[in-house]
């Protein structure tokens, strides 16, 4: 609502960006870009990084010029943000329930390549409706579920059902299989990893069977998402992959390991919340200027990058408690720590604007115009 | 950055608001209103209730209206979008540290009243700085720890000391004491909060004490929250109360108990996050558009309004999974709920309006002016 000034001018040293701020380390946000680039161009299948991540056209165009189809959002309101902003190409990994919010998603569909799911008659009906009456042809995805209880029909017939009804829907057009198993992505070792991705994999070439057998092409099969890509990319399965938290990281994900036991540490962290101190009222104790308004803790507390001997025990709404395990630790009043956000899509949603650092030098100020655009 | 527009017009009925949206029961929240008013009378204190509960000068006036003598902010953001909304009176309840931060601190107190607190001599050398430069005389609370380990300092000596500080310093004055028990709101007992606040009440006393005897007198020892305001009011040490939760609710607020074991009941549910199920997959499940960036789960899930047999079992980022425990209930994909949020303050910060509700249509919008307001 309100024009929230950015933290910082282009040029001045890191030092002097004001706290609390969203800040992007572009060498290592370039180099997450280029790796999931070149794996996904190996594994032969397409990547439709999830939006949903970082909000901002910006970084999508940055996918796309790297390789990426387009890509994914869960509401209307990211996706305009998206397509006013230059993403030519949307997939709403989501379905879109309310008169106002098909109108919108229609109004979209004739300005950029939009795509949206179904689990439910209910969703066709109300998506052809406006489809017809705009004149246009909506390309509807049938939403499987693949292993978590969220939405999504079960695997095999009834997706069938659903999809035959898409295609006998004037204004529709069946466009293939959602299929994303977000609990998969956060299991810790590769074993359960890919027993998980084994299920979802199996789910999807059932399904893709059932359709076939009854005369029915599945175009496009779509899913995964940070913690499990080279499953479903190497699966011969899926066509187009979402992951999306592989350009920023977060704790949450960084806990993910590998066959060795040791953590996975494919990407790098390259967001971070820049938080000043502003009280040190106890040898053992310290205060920072971002709370959980300025940090999502819902996967749990950030860690402060490159202090291993300092935590983030509390958050309060604008308060965040440090706990010193070393005395030796000199933590002034004025001095500013960088936290690895708990988890990064929440943490982007509090902020207007990311500050890209680079050498230590603000580079570039890039708005997260899809902030708050849960609609 | 981005302007939302709003999710529904003034005078449609409350079934059309486009969803997530955030609600306020009109009645609900004037009597929550009116009954802290007279409380507050009753007690012969004054009220001057958190603003970074509702960010929103509009509320922060009626509390005025209704008798408050101003409003508590955490940032200087938040006290600007007071200023600028109209609030001539804003207790900056947290020290404030940077160079631009302080800057804009003394140009809004050239144009209202304002308060801000410190515990170090750190923060009076950067006031006072600014303050001289400026030609203004700054009024600085001293914090207290009065029971929550954040920041303050310890009662009694090291008070006493900074206290003097601050009156020997050109440029600012000593306005008195900020006495925050945080912790204790959220007791459920009545007996452990009297401990509590026992406790921090002590802690004033022996402080005020030490400074009268020192020929210092603490003009304002300000505090308190919804859980315990009555405690803190009644104390005849404290002259503010700063309860803002009052207005709303939530559910974690109504989890306090009175005596006899049982919900202390004592304000409604005022606000609430209006949402629609868009998925119904199977008999015992319903998942709704609003997640946590919708609403926040930092303090535990929301509850369903008016429906104690559907639980909200699970928050992604833009989906909420409904557990539907009685086979009768009848759910459809497009049905709205209303949701009373876990914790209020941060559920807020993710919304740019308020919708006001009376017999069941919009009756007003008011931006949320302070929404990320956290520099």
Redesign the interface.
């Known amino acids: ?4 000034t950015p ?1 910082a001018q282009i040029g001045i040293p890191l030092e002097m960006v ?3 701020a969203l800040l992007i380390d572009l060498d290592a946000f370039e180099r997450n870009l280029k790796k999931m680039a070149e794996a996904v161009r190996q594994m032969g299948v397409r990547l439709r990084p999830h939006a ?1 991540t970082h909000k901002c056209p910006v970084i999508a165009l940055k996918q796309m010029a790297a390789g990426a189809v387009g890509v994914c959002c ?2 209307v ?1 990211e996706a305009e ?1 998206m397509v006013y902003g230059g993403v030519c190409d949307v997939h709403i990994t ?5 008169k ?2 098909i109108e919108r998603l229609i109004a979209l569909a004739k300005q950029a390549t939009i795509a949206v799911c179904a ?2 008659p ?2 066709l009906s109300a998506y052809a409706a406006a489809a017809q009456a705009n004149n246009i042809n909506l390309a509807v995805f049938v ?1 499987v ?1 693949v292993g978590t ?5 079960d695997p095999g017939e009834p997706v069938l059902k659903l999809a035959k009804q898409i295609q006998k829907t004037p204004g529709l057009c069946f466009a293939g299989l959602q299929a994303y198993h ?1 609990r998969a992505q956060h299991k810790r070792t590769p074993e359960q990893r890919k027993e998980a991705i084994r299920y979802t994999v199996d789910c999807v070439r059932r399904t893709k069977a059932v359709l076939e057998a009854n005369g029915i092409k599945c175009r496009t099969v779509t899913g995964a998402g940070t913690g499990t890509y080279r499953l479903e990319g190497t699966s011969k399965v899926f066509d187009e992959l979402q992951a999306g938290s592989y350009i920023f990281m977060d704790v949450d994900y960084a806990k993910n390991l590998k066959e060795d036991g040791q953590p996975l540490n494919e990407f790098e962290h390259s967001l971070f919340v820049y938080s ?7 040898r053992d ?1 310290a ?1 920072l ?2 709370g ?3 940090v ?3 996967s749990g507390m950030p860690l402060i990058y490159g202090m291993e001997d300092v935590q983030y025990t ?6 965040g ?1 440090l706990k010193l395990n070393d005395p030796q630790r000199d933590l ?3 001095d500013k720590l960088k936290l690895i956000p708990g988890h990064c ?2 943490t982007v ?5 990311y500050v890209g650092i680079r050498n230590n030098r603000v580079e570039c100020l890039w ?9």
Do not use: Y
């Not at 609502?1 to 929230?4: G, I, K, V």
């Not at 209880?149 to 029909?153: F, I, K, V």
């Not at 509390?314 to 308060?319: K, P, V, Y």
């Open positions: 609502m309100q024009l929230h933290p004001d706290t609390p949903k869960q509401k309101g943000a989501n379905e879109i329930v309310g106002s919010k689990d439910d209910i969703h939403e579920n209880p969220r939405c999504g029909l977000g000043t101190i502003m009280s040190r009222p106890t104790r205060v200027d971002a959980h308004k300025a999502s803790i819902d509390r958050a309060s709404d604008e308060h408690t002034k009043i004025g899509d929440p949603n509090l902020f207007d604007w708005p997260i115009t899809a902030r708050g655009a849960f609609r």
